[in-house]
Structure formats: C-alpha cells, structure tokens
C-alpha cells in the first residue's frame, strides 16, 4: 500500500494473482454520478481470500482516479472461471464494463442469492451480514465525496469493511441455497447482470419523458429529437440531462415548437441563459422533428385495462403461494408490469409476451401454472391447512 493507504501497482498485481489461484474475489465499488451525465468511478474495494493472512483475506483499496494499471484485473473479471462476487451488483458491473472497458462474468451477487434462500432480494449488505453471518458493519461514511483526494482514514475504513465480509457471505448463501436445491436458480439469475449497462440511447431518451403520451404525433417526433439533442449534449458536456433542458420544458417546447429563440422566450422553465447557449440546438432539433415521420400514440390494445385487474390479483395471490412454498423473496419471480402483459395476451388470446416470468427457473416454479390459470385450465382453491392450492378445471360446457 502507498502512503494514503491506497494499492500500487505491485498490490494489483499480487491480489490478481491471488485471486486466479483461489478462482473468485469479492468486488465494490465507490462512485459519484451527482451533477455528471455518467456515473464516475472513484474507488474499487477488491478482497481476495489469502489464507497466510490472520483475517483470512487480503483486501486492497484502488485509486480509479488515479493512473494505477487494472488489466489483471479487468482481465480476471472477465474470465469466465473466475467467480466475481458482488453486492446489489447492477450499477457496479455497468460502471467496471464502462470504466475498466471489460466484461464482468460469472457474477454472484449477494443481495440476489439471499432472495432464493429466505431474505429479501433487496437487502441491504450490513443487513444481510446481520442475519446469514450474526456481524455488524459500521456505516460512518456511506454519504461522502468519494471524488476528493485526499481521502480520509474514516472513508478507507468504511470502504474496507464493505468487503470485509464479502466472500464469508457468499459461503454461507451458497451453503444454503446448495442445501434447497435453489443454487442453480440463483446463479441463472445473476448471469442476467452480465449485460448491465449505464449507456443511454439517445433516439429513445424521448420515451421516458413525463406527458409525452398526450402529446400529437408530429408532436412527439419533436419531442424525439429534442432528448435525442439533449442526451447527446449532456453527453458531450458530462452533465445531467436536465441541467441543458428540463423535462417539462421539453415536452412544453415540443407541443409549442416555436421558430425562433425569441419565442422560447415565452416557454416557462426555458432561462435567459440555456436560449444564449442552446437556441441553435433548440430550433435545429424541431426543424428535424417537423419534418420527421410523426410518431402514432400507442394503441390502448395490449395495454393495462380495468377488467384485468381481478386477474391480476388472481396471478399475484398464486405467485406469492409460491414464492413462499419455495422460500423465494417474491420480487424475484415477477413484476407488476410483467403481470400486466401476461394477463393481457391471455384476454386477447396472443402468445405469452417475453418476460422472465415465464422463463427460466420460473417457469418451472409457476410459470406453466399460470398460463394453465389464465387459460382457464386450472383453478384456485383453498387446500388443508388454508393453502393456497391449483386445481384441475371442470371442462366447459359447450353451448347448444
């Protein structure tokens, strides 16, 4: 370590190499995204198991923003025989792909394993420390700035501790999801991170801007081309997209769409300064959004409708049957929205829309029973001990 408490490039090198004999380490990171267009990576927490050490372990502290050289590392994340166990890992594979320009495979993360093995799928790590290994984890400077150098001996220590126990709880859920037969769908589902990302793309930004929906369809071609500007210029700056131009006024200046700075005068939420500075990208993006194809607003068809509602309620009451039955966190197994487009393509008779409800490991667990459910192959009943339980339909009588 240097003088800060910070690896060399000699610690990279020595905990990459023992990371490739053990087969696995432990990862976390440390970042800023306030008042940037990209999250910034500003400190990487690896822990490798070192069994000459009295902790067992050998953790190092990297510098991201420093010059220190990664490849052993960004080579050993992305080596498929190497496991990389993290924590509620989405954003951090995301930034280490960006960032360190790799891959990030054979991921096992704990905040996902402790769903498939009796905790919560969105537990917090000092929490799961608490109830899989009965430890407590200081947490004296979760909300600090990570990008200031130097940093202080209290950061270093949170920092540290945030892996300390990282591969300890990866044993013990893996011992227990081995013991329930639940391994296996547990690391199906942490290959799912593989693929995280915190790129945006800029010609669909426009689909998530508030009231875009009640917007014409000329309207709307504005409107994308106005966010397809607007993320590319955050983009180009390193800033957040609402600091070049906030939503409502986007969606304002789409329906307006004015032909000169002096009439984004007259749109609130559009200052004296972003019509100095942005005007030009402004009147050049409506005049491509005018001339674009419109965008049709979607049709109601395949859409949430009021009547589905009870068969909602009818697929969740089944999928919290099971979910406890197998000692699964629900939020694993489906999402409202997943629900939604399930129940919709059984009312109008279509194929089963592409979610990972009805995919996978879930399919095995409920999946198939619910497609029997909805198509009126099966029912609900109340079995011994007040269980929910399926049945077998009766055949429907065919009218004469």
Request: charged share 30%; with cysteine.
């Amino acid at each position: 370590m240097d003088q800060r408490g910070l690896a060399t490039p000699a610690d990279i090198r020595l905990a990459a190499d023992g990371a490739r004999e053990q087969g696995r380490l432990g990862i976390d990171t440390e970042f800023m995204s306030e008042g940037r267009y990209r999250a910034l990576l500003c400190l990487v927490q690896v822990v490798v198991e070192a069994p000459a050490e009295p902790a067992g372990t050998r953790i190092i502290l990297i510098d991201a923003l420093g010059a220190d050289d990664v490849r052993a590392l960004a080579e050993l994340i992305a080596d498929p025989a190497i496991e990389v166990v993290l924590h509620a890992a989405r954003q951090d594979v995301a930034i280490l792909r960006r960032a360190w320009s790799t891959e990030v495979t054979n991921i096992f993360d704990t905040q996902i394993a402790a769903g498939f093995a009796g905790g919560s799928a969105q537990g917090g790590y000092g929490n799961l420390i608490g109830a899989f290994l009965g430890r407590r984890v200081g947490k004296t400077a979760s909300y600090t700035r990570w990008d200031a150098r130097p940093l202080t001996s209290e950061q270093l220590s949170y920092a540290a501790e945030d892996v300390a126990h990282l591969l300890q709880l990866a044993d013990e859920l893996q011992r227990r999801l081995r013991d329930s037969g639940r391994l296996d769908w547990a690391r199906e589902e942490c290959r799912r991170l593989e693929s995280a990302t915190d790129e945006r793309d800029p010609d669909t930004a426009w689909e998530r801007l508030p009231r875009v929906g009640q917007l014409d369809p000329q309207a709307r071609a504005v409107a994308r081309e106005l966010a397809a500007w607007r993320e590319r210029t955050a983009s180009a700056e390193d800033r957040p997209v609402n600091s070049v131009l906030a939503d409502p006024a986007l969606v304002e200046i789409a329906k307006r769409q004015p032909a000169n700075a002096r009439s984004l005068e007259h749109i609130r939420g559009v200052h004296s300064s972003t019509i100095r500075r942005r005007a030009e990208g402004i009147l050049d993006a409506i005049a491509r959004g005018r001339t674009a194809p419109p965008i049709p607003r979607e049709e109601v068809r395949g859409r949430f409708e009021p009547g589905d509602a009870p068969l909602i309620a009818l697929a969740e009451a089944l999928l919290r049957a099971r979910s406890l039955e197998a000692g699964l966190a629900y939020e694993l197994i489906a999402s409202r929205s997943e629900l939604e487009q399930i129940v919709a393509a059984a009312r109008r008779d279509e194929p089963p829309p592409a979610v990972r409800t009805l995919t996978g490991w879930r399919r095995e667990l409920v999946g198939e029973d619910l497609r029997g459910l909805l198509a009126g192959e099966k029912a609900v009943a109340v079995g011994p001990g007040r269980r929910l339980e399926l049945t077998t339909s009766p055949p429907r009588a065919t009218p004469t």
